[in-house]
């Protein structure tokens, strides 16, 4: 590169720098379109030391629901502590669950909790996710494991919406944080026009209901359509919709991918207020948004929209604020939504990064890495938690610890010493270890004998 290059390219970069830095407060970026979410302001890339309440993860992007947390054993409420943002103040219990209430039927896909001892995770973690009947839903997608440091992401994908979140493992023992996430604020600086198709009245651009100001900038025209670009593709899980009226009946909102095929219509009824919120469980990107409102013979209304807030997640494979940039090739797929890093770290199966190949039998825990105890029946066990699916010697319980009584054996201490003198056997084999009663070839007792004045004969 010659002097001129260089020089040409130092002059960029300066224009550039002056550009972000002349950012209005609380935000940053190129094009100065991200809000900052800090206590206090943010640099010009975004970082500040603390977030602000709810909000967490990378610069601050991600806006954690709301919960309630209780542990098994006290039956307390840790949401305080849990979600105050100050990774000192932890919770310590002797249990080893935690039951998460979201307090109504929520999409999730990724939650992130910091714990003092991360090392726990190889005894066992186990996730499990209910209705709002306290029905299990199940995975479509197989959980993964982002672990830095003292921080570890949980990823997954469900068939439904959820309501409680149970976390159970040594690991939930001792934690410092736990936020839930729903995304990133998708809507927020990006393009809103408005216009009343079949009449002459113009498109319409309209920024002001997208700037995250509720009613603040009041809106005074509107149409029957409204069109928002979220400039990008997002998995968009919740919406906030605020209007100038409640005359209308129902809101129709249709989500269009960036090819512009219909994915999906969803019609909401009126609340009773000037606003709807709502959540979509839909996991296909989607870019585009139409919204109509409609009176109670669904005929087309003009509406002001004061304000659209959407909450999404990064596509597959991408990662970042806004999700601008692209996973490494490593993980193309799949990555940490921070810094893009791969998972090392798979949850019964043991094939990171993908998570795909399930723990072969006999091994269980992160990648497989862990032995069924012997304790269990055929060293069978859950491949997530490693919890024996039949004891064998010792009685039902979680961990196969409470070894049969006097007098049993077996599967589940199921079987009976009665061969046995003084009904005494091992507890794992059932093999008379202090001779047989009625049989003759201890120490199995399995060939009989005849019994004469009280002592016991060969046959």
């Known amino acids: 590169m010659n002097f001129v290059s260089s020089f040409r390219v130092i002059c960029f970069l300066i224009q550039v720098n002056q550009i972000i830095a002349q950012c209005p407060q609380n935000m940053f970026g190129a094009n100065c379109k991200d809000m900052c979410h800090c206590e206090d302001s943010c640099n010009t890339q975004g970082e500040c030391g603390f977030c602000s309440y709810g909000w967490f993860g990378y610069r601050c992007q991600y806006y954690s629901t709301l919960y309630d947390a209780k ?27 935690i039951i998460v209430d979201l307090r109504d039927r929520t999409p999730v896909s990724w939650l992130r909790f910091l714990t003092p001892k991360p090392d726990d995770l190889q005894y066992g973690f186990k996730i499990t996710f209910q209705d709002d009947t306290s029905q299990t839903v199940n995975l479509s997608r197989n959980e993964t494991l982002i672990v830095v440091g003292n921080t570890i992401d949980v990823r997954f994908q469900l068939n439904s919406e959820v309501q409680y979140i149970i976390l159970e493992g040594k690991v939930v023992q001792e934690m410092c944080t736990l936020n839930i996430s729903i995304g990133q604020s998708v809507s927020f600086m990006k393009t809103a026009h408005y216009s009343t198709p079949g009449t002459n009245k113009a498109r319409t651009l309209n920024p002001d209901a997208l700037d995250s100001l509720t009613y603040s900038n009041p809106i005074t025209d509107g149409g029957t359509l409204w069109e928002i670009d979220l400039e990008s593709s997002y998995i968009v899980q919740k919406f906030g919709i605020y209007f100038n009226s409640e005359v209308f009946s129902r809101a129709v909102l249709k989500g269009i991918d960036s090819d512009g095929a219909l994915i999906y219509t969803q019609i909401i009824g009126n609340q009773g207020t000037y606003y709807i919120i709502f959540f979509s469980s839909v996991t296909t990107p989607i870019r585009y948004f139409n919204l109509t409102a409609e009176d109670a013979t669904s005929a087309s209304l003009t509406f002001i929209l004061e304000e659209f807030i959407a909450y999404g997640e990064c596509p597959k494979g991408t990662w970042g604020v806004q999700c601008r940039e692209n996973c490494s090739s490593e993980c193309p797929e799949f990555c940490r939504y921070d810094d893009g890093l791969c998972t090392k770290y798979c949850l019964g199966y043991s094939d990171p990064p993908k998570c795909e190949t399930e723990c072969s039998f006999g091994t269980w ?11 269990c029946f055929n060293q069978s066990c859950d491949r997530i938690t490693g919890k024996c699916n039949q004891c064998l010697g010792f009685k039902v319980t979680s961990d196969c610890t409470i070894e049969c009584d006097s007098g049993s054996w077996g599967i589940n201490c199921a079987s009976n010493c009665s061969k046995c003198f003084n009904s005494t056997c091992d507890s794992v084999s059932g ?15 399995s060939i009989g004998t005849f019994v004469v004045d009280n002592k016991m004969n060969n046959l």
Do not use: H, M
């Not at 054993?73 to 002797?94: E, F, H, K, P």
């Open 71 to 97: 542990t098994d054993i006290t039956n307390t409420n840790v949401r305080i502590a849990l979600l105050d943002g100050d990774d000192s103040t932890c919770i310590s219990q002797t249990g080893e669950k």
């Open 365 to 375: 825990g992160i990648n497989c890495s862990n032995q069924c105890s012997n304790r």
């Open 431 to 445: 093999w008379c270890d202090q001779g047989c009663l009625g049989y003759r070839d201890p120490p199995d007792c």
